[in-house]
Protein backbone atom coordinates (compact mmCIF):
# COMPACT_ATOMS: atom_id res chain seq x y z
CA UNK A 1 0.00 0.00 0.00
CA UNK A 2 1.03 3.53 -0.90
CA UNK A 3 1.89 6.43 1.27
CA UNK A 4 -0.98 8.15 -0.20
CA UNK A 5 -3.43 4.63 -0.05
CA UNK A 6 -2.39 4.84 3.44
CA UNK A 7 -3.33 8.34 3.99
CA UNK A 8 -6.84 7.78 2.74
CA UNK A 9 -7.69 5.05 4.34
CA UNK A 10 -6.60 6.30 7.58
CA UNK A 11 -8.58 9.83 6.27
CA UNK A 12 -11.42 7.67 5.74
CA UNK A 13 -11.25 5.82 9.34
CA UNK A 14 -11.18 9.22 11.12
CA UNK A 15 -14.09 10.28 9.60
CA UNK A 16 -16.28 7.32 10.12
CA UNK A 17 -15.03 7.53 13.84
CA UNK A 18 -16.02 10.98 13.93
CA UNK A 19 -19.87 10.69 13.01
CA UNK A 20 -20.17 7.83 15.05
CA UNK A 21 -18.46 9.55 17.87
CA UNK A 22 -20.97 12.99 17.10
CA UNK A 23 -23.78 10.59 16.69
CA UNK A 24 -22.98 9.39 20.22
CA UNK A 25 -22.38 12.86 21.55
CA UNK A 26 -26.13 14.17 19.92
CA UNK A 27 -28.03 11.11 21.09
CA UNK A 28 -26.77 11.83 24.82
CA UNK A 29 -27.39 15.79 24.64
CA UNK A 30 -30.65 14.70 23.69
CA UNK A 31 -31.20 12.53 26.95
CA UNK A 32 -30.54 15.71 28.83
CA UNK A 33 -27.34 14.45 30.02
CA UNK A 34 -25.03 17.51 31.33
CA UNK A 35 -21.52 17.60 29.91
CA UNK A 36 -19.31 15.80 32.61
CA UNK A 37 -21.96 13.28 32.47
CA UNK A 38 -21.80 12.36 28.96
CA UNK A 39 -17.78 12.21 29.68
CA UNK A 40 -18.05 9.44 32.30
CA UNK A 41 -20.30 7.42 29.90
CA UNK A 42 -17.72 7.32 27.86
CA UNK A 43 -15.04 7.25 29.93
CA UNK A 44 -13.36 10.30 28.28
CA UNK A 45 -13.26 12.80 31.40
CA UNK A 46 -9.76 13.15 30.45
CA UNK A 47 -10.71 15.30 27.64
CA UNK A 48 -13.43 17.69 29.29
CA UNK A 49 -11.86 21.81 29.14
CA UNK A 50 -11.91 24.02 32.20
CA UNK A 51 -10.58 26.27 33.75
CA UNK A 52 -8.39 25.93 36.56
CA UNK A 53 -9.67 28.27 39.77
CA UNK A 54 -7.17 30.52 40.37
CA UNK A 55 -4.92 29.83 44.16
CA UNK A 56 -6.54 26.64 44.64
CA UNK A 57 -6.16 22.75 42.67
CA UNK A 58 -9.70 22.92 42.10
CA UNK A 59 -11.51 23.22 38.33
CA UNK A 60 -13.97 25.04 37.38
CA UNK A 61 -16.95 23.11 35.85
CA UNK A 62 -16.26 22.13 32.19
CA UNK A 63 -16.92 23.97 29.50
CA UNK A 64 -16.27 21.96 26.29
CA UNK A 65 -15.07 18.66 24.88
CA UNK A 66 -12.14 17.67 22.89
CA UNK A 67 -13.80 15.96 20.59
CA UNK A 68 -11.21 15.90 18.15
CA UNK A 69 -8.69 14.49 20.43
CA UNK A 70 -11.12 12.02 21.36
CA UNK A 71 -11.32 10.90 17.81
CA UNK A 72 -7.44 10.86 17.41
CA UNK A 73 -7.67 8.14 20.76
CA UNK A 74 -10.60 5.95 19.26
CA UNK A 75 -8.67 5.90 16.00
CA UNK A 76 -5.46 4.74 17.53
CA UNK A 77 -7.20 1.86 19.77
CA UNK A 78 -9.27 0.70 16.53
CA UNK A 79 -5.75 0.38 14.60
CA UNK A 80 -4.27 -1.53 17.55
CA UNK A 81 -7.14 -4.08 17.89
CA UNK A 82 -8.53 -4.80 14.99
CA UNK A 83 -12.25 -3.22 15.78
CA UNK A 84 -15.01 -0.97 15.83
CA UNK A 85 -14.79 0.78 19.48
CA UNK A 86 -17.83 0.22 21.31
CA UNK A 87 -20.40 2.84 22.78
CA UNK A 88 -22.42 2.04 25.72
CA UNK A 89 -26.43 1.46 23.67
CA UNK A 90 -28.00 3.27 26.67
CA UNK A 91 -27.07 5.71 29.86
CA UNK A 92 -28.96 6.07 33.01
CA UNK A 93 -28.35 8.39 36.05
CA UNK A 94 -29.07 7.28 39.01
CA UNK A 95 -29.73 9.99 42.21
CA UNK A 96 -27.32 8.44 44.48
CA UNK A 97 -23.44 8.28 44.92
CA UNK A 98 -22.39 4.68 44.02
CA UNK A 99 -19.91 4.21 47.28
CA UNK A 100 -20.33 0.29 47.69
CA UNK A 101 -16.62 -0.74 46.69
CA UNK A 102 -14.03 1.83 47.78
CA UNK A 103 -11.04 -0.28 48.76
CA UNK A 104 -8.53 1.87 50.64
CA UNK A 105 -5.83 -0.51 51.36
CA UNK A 106 -4.72 0.38 47.86
CA UNK A 107 -5.05 4.07 48.29
CA UNK A 108 -0.78 4.41 49.03
CA UNK A 109 0.56 1.96 46.49
CA UNK A 110 -0.89 3.36 43.12
CA UNK A 111 0.48 5.85 40.75
CA UNK A 112 -0.22 9.38 41.63
CA UNK A 113 -0.61 9.58 37.83
CA UNK A 114 -3.87 9.68 35.77
CA UNK A 115 -5.56 6.11 35.67
CA UNK A 116 -8.33 5.74 33.42
CA UNK A 117 -10.10 1.89 34.23
CA UNK A 118 -13.35 2.81 32.43
CA UNK A 119 -10.91 3.18 29.31
CA UNK A 120 -9.53 0.01 29.94
CA UNK A 121 -13.10 -1.49 30.30
CA UNK A 122 -14.38 0.00 27.31
CA UNK A 123 -11.08 -1.00 25.45
CA UNK A 124 -11.79 -4.66 26.79
CA UNK A 125 -15.26 -4.84 25.52
CA UNK A 126 -14.55 -3.40 22.21
CA UNK A 127 -11.63 -6.30 22.20
CA UNK A 128 -14.26 -8.93 22.52
CA UNK A 129 -16.76 -7.68 21.11
CA UNK A 130 -19.08 -7.44 24.15
CA UNK A 131 -21.93 -4.90 23.80
CA UNK A 132 -22.98 -2.95 26.61
CA UNK A 133 -25.15 -0.32 28.60
CA UNK A 134 -24.25 1.82 31.43
CA UNK A 135 -25.27 3.35 34.44
CA UNK A 136 -23.78 6.53 36.42
CA UNK A 137 -24.16 7.88 40.02
CA UNK A 138 -23.99 11.05 41.18
CA UNK A 139 -20.88 11.94 43.11
CA UNK A 140 -21.64 13.55 46.65
CA UNK A 141 -19.97 16.66 47.69
CA UNK A 142 -18.46 14.77 51.04
CA UNK A 143 -16.88 11.86 49.02
CA UNK A 144 -13.22 11.69 49.06
CA UNK A 145 -12.67 10.03 45.94
CA UNK A 146 -11.91 11.63 42.79
CA UNK A 147 -14.85 10.00 40.08
CA UNK A 148 -17.97 8.31 40.75
CA UNK A 149 -18.63 4.60 40.45
CA UNK A 150 -19.82 3.48 37.25
CA UNK A 151 -22.17 0.01 36.11
CA UNK A 152 -21.89 -1.73 32.94
CA UNK A 153 -24.28 -3.71 32.39
CA UNK A 154 -22.90 -7.08 30.17
CA UNK A 155 -26.74 -8.59 29.44
CA UNK A 156 -25.72 -10.78 26.71
CA UNK A 157 -23.12 -12.26 29.91
CA UNK A 158 -25.38 -11.55 32.47
CA UNK A 159 -22.23 -9.45 34.49
CA UNK A 160 -22.42 -6.26 35.99
CA UNK A 161 -18.80 -4.79 36.48
CA UNK A 162 -18.55 -1.78 39.26
CA UNK A 163 -15.38 0.61 38.07
CA UNK A 164 -14.07 4.04 39.28
CA UNK A 165 -11.09 5.96 38.21
CA UNK A 166 -10.77 6.44 41.79
CA UNK A 167 -7.46 5.83 43.09
CA UNK A 168 -7.73 3.05 45.98
CA UNK A 169 -10.96 1.80 44.08
CA UNK A 170 -11.37 -1.65 43.20
CA UNK A 171 -13.25 -3.40 40.00
CA UNK A 172 -15.83 -5.52 41.59
CA UNK A 173 -17.69 -8.19 38.32
CA UNK A 174 -20.74 -9.73 39.65
CA UNK A 175 -21.93 -12.86 37.45
CA UNK A 176 -24.86 -15.19 36.78
CA UNK A 177 -27.03 -11.29 36.83
CA UNK A 178 -30.97 -11.94 35.44
CA UNK A 179 -32.13 -8.99 36.44
CA UNK A 180 -31.46 -5.56 34.83
CA UNK A 181 -34.19 -3.58 36.03
CA UNK A 182 -33.15 0.05 37.53
CA UNK A 183 -34.60 -1.11 40.70
CA UNK A 184 -32.48 -3.79 41.66
CA UNK A 185 -29.77 -1.89 39.64
CA UNK A 186 -30.23 0.88 42.37
CA UNK A 187 -30.45 -1.45 45.52
CA UNK A 188 -27.00 -3.08 44.35
CA UNK A 189 -25.71 0.51 43.88
CA UNK A 190 -26.96 1.83 47.45
CA UNK A 191 -25.05 -0.97 49.79
CA UNK A 192 -21.72 -0.11 51.04
CA UNK A 193 -18.76 -2.57 51.08
CA UNK A 194 -19.51 -5.18 53.67
CA UNK A 195 -23.34 -5.20 52.75
CA UNK A 196 -22.26 -6.22 48.98
CA UNK A 197 -19.69 -8.45 50.56
CA UNK A 198 -22.38 -10.36 52.17
CA UNK A 199 -24.60 -10.99 49.18
CA UNK A 200 -25.10 -14.72 47.61
CA UNK A 201 -23.67 -13.41 44.16
CA UNK A 202 -20.98 -14.70 42.39
CA UNK A 203 -18.19 -12.12 42.33
CA UNK A 204 -14.80 -11.73 42.14
CA UNK A 205 -12.54 -8.29 42.61
CA UNK A 206 -9.51 -7.08 40.37
CA UNK A 207 -7.34 -4.69 41.62
CA UNK A 208 -5.10 -1.89 39.72
CA UNK A 209 -1.09 -3.14 39.14
CA UNK A 210 0.79 -2.17 42.39
CA UNK A 211 3.99 -3.03 40.17
CA UNK A 212 5.27 -4.43 36.97
CA UNK A 213 8.62 -6.08 36.58
CA UNK A 214 9.28 -5.33 40.49
CA UNK A 215 9.57 -1.78 40.00
CA UNK A 216 7.52 1.06 41.16
CA UNK A 217 8.82 3.86 38.90
CA UNK A 218 6.01 6.73 38.23
CA UNK A 219 6.93 7.29 34.69
CA UNK A 220 4.86 6.74 32.02
CA UNK A 221 6.22 3.46 30.30
CA UNK A 222 5.14 1.95 33.72
CA UNK A 223 1.84 3.38 33.85
CA UNK A 224 1.40 1.97 30.46
CA UNK A 225 2.40 -0.95 31.21
CA UNK A 226 0.47 -1.20 34.76
CA UNK A 227 -2.58 0.18 32.53
CA UNK A 228 -2.16 -3.18 30.11
CA UNK A 229 -1.81 -5.41 32.62
CA UNK A 230 -5.06 -4.07 34.23
CA UNK A 231 -7.05 -4.48 30.89
CA UNK A 232 -5.92 -8.19 30.86
CA UNK A 233 -7.00 -8.95 34.01
CA UNK A 234 -10.38 -7.56 33.11
CA UNK A 235 -10.49 -9.70 29.85
CA UNK A 236 -9.65 -12.59 31.61
CA UNK A 237 -12.33 -11.61 34.19
CA UNK A 238 -15.12 -11.36 31.24
CA UNK A 239 -14.29 -14.35 29.46
CA UNK A 240 -14.80 -17.06 32.70
CA UNK A 241 -17.85 -18.70 33.84
CA UNK A 242 -19.69 -18.36 36.56
CA UNK A 243 -18.44 -21.76 37.87
CA UNK A 244 -15.02 -20.32 37.30
CA UNK A 245 -15.53 -17.45 39.33
CA UNK A 246 -16.94 -19.65 42.06
CA UNK A 247 -13.15 -21.47 42.31
CA UNK A 248 -12.27 -20.62 46.00
CA UNK A 249 -8.99 -19.37 45.39
CA UNK A 250 -9.36 -18.25 41.59
CA UNK A 251 -7.92 -14.88 42.70
CA UNK A 252 -4.27 -16.06 43.53
CA UNK A 253 -4.49 -18.55 40.42
CA UNK A 254 -4.89 -15.95 38.26
CA UNK A 255 -1.69 -14.08 39.56
CA UNK A 256 0.11 -17.13 39.71
CA UNK A 257 -1.19 -17.71 35.44
CA UNK A 258 -0.63 -14.25 34.66
CA UNK A 259 3.03 -13.57 36.01
CA UNK A 260 4.06 -16.94 33.83
CA UNK A 261 2.85 -15.64 31.25
CA UNK A 262 5.05 -12.54 31.62
CA UNK A 263 7.90 -14.44 32.07
CA UNK A 264 6.83 -16.18 28.64
CA UNK A 265 6.48 -12.72 27.45
CA UNK A 266 10.04 -11.48 29.05
CA UNK A 267 11.82 -14.65 27.25
CA UNK A 268 12.82 -17.60 28.97
CA UNK A 269 15.83 -18.67 27.76
CA UNK A 270 18.19 -18.70 30.86
CA UNK A 271 15.68 -17.27 33.14
CA UNK A 272 14.07 -19.98 35.63
CA UNK A 273 10.83 -19.64 36.13
CA UNK A 274 10.44 -20.13 40.15
CA UNK A 275 10.31 -19.12 43.56
CA UNK A 276 13.40 -16.03 43.23
CA UNK A 277 11.64 -15.09 39.74
CA UNK A 278 8.36 -14.20 41.44
CA UNK A 279 9.64 -12.23 44.33
CA UNK A 280 11.91 -9.95 41.65
CA UNK A 281 9.03 -9.26 39.74
CA UNK A 282 6.67 -8.43 41.13
CA UNK A 283 4.48 -11.00 43.33
CA UNK A 284 6.48 -11.32 45.94
CA UNK A 285 3.63 -10.51 48.74
CA UNK A 286 0.62 -11.34 46.56
CA UNK A 287 1.79 -15.27 45.22
CA UNK A 288 4.45 -16.04 47.13
CA UNK A 289 3.49 -14.47 50.55
CA UNK A 290 0.07 -14.75 50.32
CA UNK A 291 0.79 -18.84 49.76
CA UNK A 292 3.23 -18.91 52.79
CA UNK A 293 0.56 -16.75 55.09
CA UNK A 294 -2.93 -18.95 54.03
CA UNK A 295 -0.87 -22.60 53.19
CA UNK A 296 2.28 -22.59 55.86
CA UNK A 297 1.24 -25.78 57.34
CA UNK A 298 0.75 -27.32 53.43
CA UNK A 299 3.56 -26.51 51.76
CA UNK A 300 3.16 -22.88 50.75
CA UNK A 301 4.12 -22.20 47.19
CA UNK A 302 3.77 -25.90 46.17
CA UNK A 303 0.22 -25.91 47.94
CA UNK A 304 -1.14 -23.00 45.68
CA UNK A 305 1.38 -24.69 42.75
CA UNK A 306 -0.76 -27.86 42.76
CA UNK A 307 -4.11 -25.60 43.20
CA UNK A 308 -2.84 -23.99 40.08
CA UNK A 309 -2.49 -27.12 37.98
CA UNK A 310 -5.42 -29.14 39.14
CA UNK A 311 -7.69 -25.47 37.81
CA UNK A 312 -5.98 -25.88 34.51
CA UNK A 313 -6.20 -29.11 34.18
CA UNK A 314 -10.46 -29.07 34.95
CA UNK A 315 -10.71 -25.72 32.87
CA UNK A 316 -7.98 -25.22 30.40
CA UNK A 317 -7.10 -29.04 29.59
CA UNK A 318 -6.59 -28.34 25.83
CA UNK A 319 -4.29 -25.02 26.12
CA UNK A 320 -0.77 -26.61 25.55
CA UNK A 321 0.74 -22.93 26.76
CA UNK A 322 -0.75 -23.33 29.88
CA UNK A 323 -0.36 -27.50 30.25
CA UNK A 324 3.69 -26.32 30.12
CA UNK A 325 3.17 -24.31 33.33
CA UNK A 326 3.71 -27.81 34.66
CA UNK A 327 6.69 -28.40 33.56
CA UNK A 328 8.46 -24.98 33.73
CA UNK A 329 7.52 -23.88 36.85
CA UNK A 330 10.36 -24.90 39.31
CA UNK A 331 8.59 -25.91 42.27
CA UNK A 332 11.40 -28.02 43.38
CA UNK A 333 14.11 -25.14 44.16
CA UNK A 334 13.48 -27.12 47.86
CA UNK A 335 13.14 -30.06 47.97
CA UNK A 336 9.73 -31.65 48.39
CA UNK A 337 9.06 -32.16 52.62
CA UNK A 338 6.14 -34.30 54.65
CA UNK A 339 4.03 -31.56 55.62
CA UNK A 340 2.48 -34.20 58.51
CA UNK A 341 5.06 -32.66 60.70
CA UNK A 342 6.72 -34.51 63.68
CA UNK A 343 9.40 -33.69 65.77
CA UNK A 344 11.97 -35.81 63.91
CA UNK A 345 10.31 -34.73 60.12
CA UNK A 346 10.77 -31.20 61.30
CA UNK A 347 14.21 -31.98 62.73
CA UNK A 348 15.46 -33.53 59.11
CA UNK A 349 13.52 -30.37 57.74
CA UNK A 350 15.44 -27.74 59.71
CA UNK A 351 18.85 -30.09 58.75
CA UNK A 352 17.75 -29.63 54.61
CA UNK A 353 17.21 -25.81 55.74
CA UNK A 354 20.66 -25.55 56.92
CA UNK A 355 22.08 -27.08 53.79
CA UNK A 356 20.30 -24.71 51.35
CA UNK A 357 21.48 -22.00 53.61
CA UNK A 358 25.25 -23.54 53.47
CA UNK A 359 25.17 -23.28 49.87
CA UNK A 360 24.01 -19.64 49.37
CA UNK A 361 25.90 -16.30 49.70
CA UNK A 362 25.49 -16.59 53.94
CA UNK A 363 25.61 -12.78 54.14
CA UNK A 364 22.51 -13.35 56.30
CA UNK A 365 22.42 -15.41 59.26
CA UNK A 366 20.89 -19.15 59.49
CA UNK A 367 18.09 -17.51 62.17
CA UNK A 368 14.26 -17.70 61.91
CA UNK A 369 14.03 -14.59 59.94
CA UNK A 370 16.02 -16.76 57.32
CA UNK A 371 13.37 -19.74 57.50
CA UNK A 372 10.32 -17.48 57.41
CA UNK A 373 11.90 -15.54 54.18
CA UNK A 374 13.44 -18.72 52.60
CA UNK A 375 9.91 -21.06 52.39
CA UNK A 376 9.91 -22.19 55.74
CA UNK A 377 7.70 -20.01 56.85
CA UNK A 378 5.52 -23.80 57.91
CA UNK A 379 8.09 -24.66 59.94
CA UNK A 380 8.11 -21.99 62.08
CA UNK A 381 4.33 -21.74 62.23
CA UNK A 382 4.03 -25.18 63.22
CA UNK A 383 6.74 -24.82 66.35
CA UNK A 384 4.91 -21.96 67.35
CA UNK A 385 1.76 -23.92 67.09
CA UNK A 386 2.61 -27.32 68.10
CA UNK A 387 6.26 -26.63 70.38
CA UNK A 388 6.39 -23.43 71.99
CA UNK A 389 2.84 -22.19 72.47
CA UNK A 390 3.88 -19.15 71.26
CA UNK A 391 6.71 -18.41 74.11
CA UNK A 392 9.97 -19.62 73.73
CA UNK A 393 11.35 -20.74 70.43
CA UNK A 394 15.15 -21.54 71.88
CA UNK A 395 14.56 -24.85 73.96
CA UNK A 396 12.42 -26.44 70.75
CA UNK A 397 15.28 -25.61 68.83
CA UNK A 398 18.03 -27.21 70.79
CA UNK A 399 16.24 -30.16 70.12
CA UNK A 400 16.36 -30.50 67.25
CA UNK A 401 19.58 -29.66 66.40
CA UNK A 402 23.45 -30.49 67.43
CA UNK A 403 27.02 -29.99 66.02
CA UNK A 404 27.55 -27.70 63.69
CA UNK A 405 23.81 -26.63 63.10
CA UNK A 406 23.16 -25.74 66.47
CA UNK A 407 26.37 -23.23 66.00
CA UNK A 408 25.31 -21.86 63.35
CA UNK A 409 21.72 -21.43 63.88
CA UNK A 410 21.02 -17.89 65.65
CA UNK A 411 19.34 -18.92 68.69
CA UNK A 412 17.04 -15.55 69.50
CA UNK A 413 13.91 -15.00 70.69
CA UNK A 414 11.78 -14.45 67.70
CA UNK A 415 9.25 -12.30 70.08
CA UNK A 416 13.02 -10.21 70.36
CA UNK A 417 13.45 -9.80 66.51
Known sequence: MSDIDSDREKMALKEDIKLRVNSILNDFRRKGLLLDKIAEALGAQEFLISEKIRRTNKREPPKSFDVNAYIDYIYEIESKIGKKYKFSESVDVLDIDIVSLDNSEFLKTESSGEVT????????????????????????SDSGRSDSYQIFLLKERNILVFVSNSLGSVTRLVYGVTDFGMSNIENLASLDRRQFDKLRLTQRKVNYPQVYFGGDERNKDADDKKQNLYKNRIKRSLSITEDEAKEKYLERIDLFMEAYNKWL????????????????????????????NNFGDNGGIRHLFKITL???????????????FSDDFNVEDITERN?????????????????????????????????????????????????TGGRNFDDFYRRLIDGTVAKNFTQKNILNN
Open 117 to 140: RKQSIIEALSELDINYSTVLGKRS
Open 265 to 292: DIGKEGIAFNIQWLMDNGYRSSIYGWAN
Open 310 to 324: DYIKKYYFNDTKLNN
Open 339 to 387: YGRTLDSAKEELYEAYEIWQQGKKDKHFNYQWLRDNNYRGLYLWSQRNE
